[in-house]
């Protein structure tokens, strides 16, 4: 069976870290184990991993201080493992270039599908793997050289600025996007009362996209902390 990539999982709960291992070793990933942040910078710059697993609380320091390090000298993908209701915490992490987070619990499945688009964003930003042309996620196809978006085989009129956001999330499929992420990209930085003008777009959006906006099954809010495209559907 051929290796898939070297996952480095930082981790202090010996149970939580077992689990992903033994998870991911059943799909032929290759783990290593880092139960301090300290260990888990080490790892991660002599091992130059495919993707890095990041609890944030860790007994020696935050874990916050691994991502700011790894970042000062690799793109290399980072997934957080992060608790239900911090939210605060999380957008911190993806505002310091973390590239998604997880949230305990979570089942093998949602582990290694969060895996495996860390993967290919990571092979993406190396440059290895060009970004393709259309994307496609259930009935929703948007063809990013003819800026056109179809939903169920119906070309579907954007404004503008509704089809930067959505070719952004687009992009970015499967993971999450940070709302000011979001709006840095689509307005520049110095947009003022910024969310309440992105949330009227994406209601625009969904009422567009989605057979039922109420439950939108393309672009799933984050509460508290953003947007995420479906990618597998
Ligand atoms: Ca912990």
Redesign the pocket.
């Known amino acids: 069976m051929p290796n898939k990539g070297t996952i480095l999982i930082i ?3 010996e149970n ?1 870290r077992d689990f992903i291992s033994t998870s991911l070793r059943a799909q032929n990933y290759k783990t290593v184990d880092a139960k301090t942040a300290a260990e888990g910078m080490t790892l991660a710059a002599s091992l130059c991993p495919d993707v890095i697993l990041l ?5 020696d320091m935050d874990g916050i201080e691994v991502i700011k390090s790894v970042r000062a000298w690799s793109m290399l993908p980072i997934l957080v493992i992060s608790a239900r209701s911090r939210e605060k915490e999380k957008v911190e992490a993806l505002d310091l270039g973390a590239d998604d987070y997880i949230t305990k619990p979570f089942g093998p499945s949602e582990l290694l599908a969060r895996i495996r688009t860390a993967m290919r964003h990571g092979a993406v930003a190396a440059g290895h793997g060009a970004p393709s042309q259309i994307f496609t996620t259930g009935g929703l196809q948007i063809d990013f050289g003819k800026r056109l978006v179809r939903v169920d085989g119906a070309e579907v009129h954007l404004t503008q600025v509704e089809y930067k956001i959505v070719a952004l999330l687009a992009q970015n499929a499967g993971q999450v996007l940070t709302y000011d992420a979001i709006i840095s990209h689509v307005w520049g930085p110095y947009m003022d009362d910024n969310n309440r003008i992105l949330r009227v777009n994406m209601a625009n959006i969904r009422r567009k996209l989605e057979k039922n906006p109420a439950e939108p099954q393309y672009i799933n809010t984050e509460i508290g902390v953003g947007y995420r495209m479906a990618e597998e559907l």
């Open positions: 981790e202090d709960e939580i609890d944030l609380g860790l007994p």
